[in-house]
């Protein structure tokens, strides 16, 4: 009489069953060997990849087996170990076993066959069901504690998948091998734009091409400020993960930690000021139009907020003190100065001389290029760019690795994106043409009269910094650095 069996063969992951992997074929020679051991014949095979032990139940592949073990003519179901056809978690998953006392279909392993229907085999097939789940939850304990030691180190424990936006690291070296991409400015950039005073993200967004969503988290992670803080983990109960569809792989929800498992570790050098960071969360609490769901219910009364710089190189914020003032905030004894006085005189200025054709003439004159060692920068990135043709002249030349060559190029790379980043800053300006600066300025003739956020949208445009103490204006920077004028005695105080 021929015993037709079925082949049970399963994986918990997609990787474990690629071609690197001899899982899947080692699980069939094995199950092959089983049946000639046993004298059955396979009829069917059921694969099952990216299906874990804890949700075979809800596997399409499972139901048809379930389907086929209620055929009289099938005698058993063949596997590798009892783990490939069950790891319960709950108690719920041994209705699995009941099938096989309800079908008569044995279970056979290399080590023998389960009749769950006899008293030692219930008593076994029970045994081993429960080791199987015991196994996982010591496996999942062992890979957690092994994870967690890793991040208390300041390590990358995840895949790189998990890594945030502008933010990549290099296992090997372990802390020290974090290190910002230039996608990164982005984000400096987005905190630029909410110390100036915009509360919108989705014009922050799109100022810096990031979806408004995502933005919303990136501002608060502290990663930017140089920190690796991680207040969440994954809950490892029964109740904490939740499979896909078809019962594949899925993940397990996050939850807080306790205040003693908060792991916080320095692991690179800021992007933001730990200042500028801690300030943009404090706004982030405090002003609901900040939220990227919510329409902006705050009234805005500061036009200037984000653009200002005190003589002493401190930032000039904002304080309600029975009225509105700007404030510098290194305290270096520069008067508070009220808003309702010093915005309409910015705005003054700002109609007055940057509409000047005279004005914008004397600066044109007086512009002189900077001093710098921008050659000296030029020669530097000349070096690297050879440097790393050499070290691709080694790798098709058979002396390094392929992964050799990565790591050689990436460091190479990240070396010349500073160099660039310098002579980006000390590159001369061109010559500052009149007939453009008046072209480009001359929407500042009616400044004073426009309202706050055209006011601001036009400041955005030229981002200036502007330098004031006591009712004065010392001086105006625009762009990323660039002068555009100096002290000023033709400017009066407020």
């Known amino acids: 009489m021929i015993k037709r069996a079925i082949e049970l063969v399963r994986v918990s992951t997609l990787g474990q069953a690629s071609e690197e992997h001899a899982s899947i074929e080692s699980q069939k020679t094995l199950n092959h060997r089983t049946a000639q051991q046993y004298g059955l014949t396979i009829v069917k095979s059921i694969e099952m990849a990216g299906v874990s032990g804890t949700a075979v139940l809800l596997a399409p592949?499972?139901?048809?087996?379930?389907?086929?073990?209620?055929?009289?003519?099938?005698?058993?179901?063949?596997?590798?170990e009892f783990s490939r056809l069950m790891r319960p978690e709950n108690y719920a998953d041994y209705a699995l076993l009941q099938v096989f006392v309800d079908t008569n279909t044995l279970l056979y392993l290399p080590s023998g066959p389960i009749d769950f229907g006899s008293t030692d085999g219930r008593?076994?097939?029970?045994?081993?069901?429960?080791?199987?789940?015991?196994?996982?939850?010591?496996?999942?304990?062992?890979?957690?504690?092994?994870?967690?030691?890793?991040?208390?180190?300041?390590?990358?424990?995840?895949?790189?998948?998990?890594?945030p936006f502008g933010v990549d690291h290099d296992p090997s070296k372990g802390k020290d091998g974090w290190w910002y991409t230039p996608d990164a400015e982005r984000i400096r950039e987005a905190f630029r734009l909410v110390l100036s005073g915009d509360t919108s993200y989705f014009s922050i967004g799109k100022q810096v091409n990031i979806e408004p969503h995502?933005?919303?988290?990136?501002?608060?992670?502290?990663?930017?400020?140089?920190?690796?803080?991680?207040?969440?983990?994954?809950?490892?109960?029964a109740a904490g993960k939740y499979p896909t569809k078809d019962g594949r792989q899925g993940d397990r929800r996050k939850i807080k930690r306790n205040p003693d498992e908060v792991i916080r570790v320095k692991v690179m050098e800021p992007l933001v000021s730990q200042e500028d960071f801690n300030l943009v969360q404090k706004i982030l609490r405090m002003k609901k139009s900040f939220h990227w769901r919510s329409s902006p219910n705050y009234e805005q009364r500061y036009t200037y907020n984000g653009y200002l710089d005190c003589v002493c190189q401190g930032r000039v914020y904002t304080k309600y003190r029975r009225d509105d003032y700007y404030v510098c905030k290194n305290r270096c004894g520069a008067k508070?100065?009220?808003?309702?006085?010093?915005?309409?005189y910015l705005d003054r200025v700002f109609a007055k001389h940057l509409s000047n054709e005279t004005f914008l003439r004397r600066i044109a004159r007086a512009k002189k290029q900077p001093q710098s060692s921008i050659e000296q920068i030029r020669r530097q990135?000349?070096?690297?760019?050879?440097?790393?043709?050499?070290?691709?002249?080694?790798?098709?030349?058979?002396?390094?690795?392929?992964?050799?060559?990565d790591q050689k190029v990436t460091a190479i790379e990240r070396e010349q994106q500073v160099f660039s980043d310098l002579l980006l800053r000390e590159e001369p300006a061109?010559?500052?043409?009149?007939?453009?600066?008046?072209?480009?300025?001359?929407?500042?003739?009616?400044?004073?009269?426009?309202?706050?956020?055209q006011k601001r949208r036009l400041l955005n445009a030229i981002t200036p910094r502007i330098i004031?103490?006591?009712?004065?204006m010392e001086g105006l920077f625009c762009g990323i650095g660039e002068s555009l004028m100096g002290t000023d005695s033709s400017l009066p105080p407020a």
């Open 430 to 453: 061109r010559q500052i043409d009149v007939d453009t600066l008046v072209r480009q300025f001359k929407v500042f003739r009616q400044f004073d009269l426009l309202n706050r956020d």
């Open 336 to 344: 508070y100065m009220r808003r309702d006085k010093l915005d309409p």
């Open 123 to 163: 008593l076994m097939g029970t045994l081993k069901a429960a080791m199987g789940g015991v196994e996982r939850m010591e496996m999942l304990r062992k890979a957690w504690s092994a994870r967690e030691e890793k991040r208390r180190r300041g390590e990358l424990a995840q895949s790189r998948i998990c890594l």
């Open 468 to 472: 004031v103490a006591n009712y004065r």
């Open 381 to 405: 990135i000349d070096a690297l760019m050879a440097k790393r043709e050499r070290v691709l002249d080694t790798y098709y030349e058979g002396v390094i690795t392929r992964a050799e060559r």
């Open 214 to 237: 995502s933005l919303a988290y990136m501002l608060k992670n502290p990663i930017y400020s140089g920190w690796r803080v991680i207040d969440k983990k994954r809950d490892l109960s």
């Open 61 to 80: 592949e499972m139901q048809e087996m379930l389907r086929l073990m209620a055929d009289p003519q099938i005698h058993g179901i063949v596997a590798r």
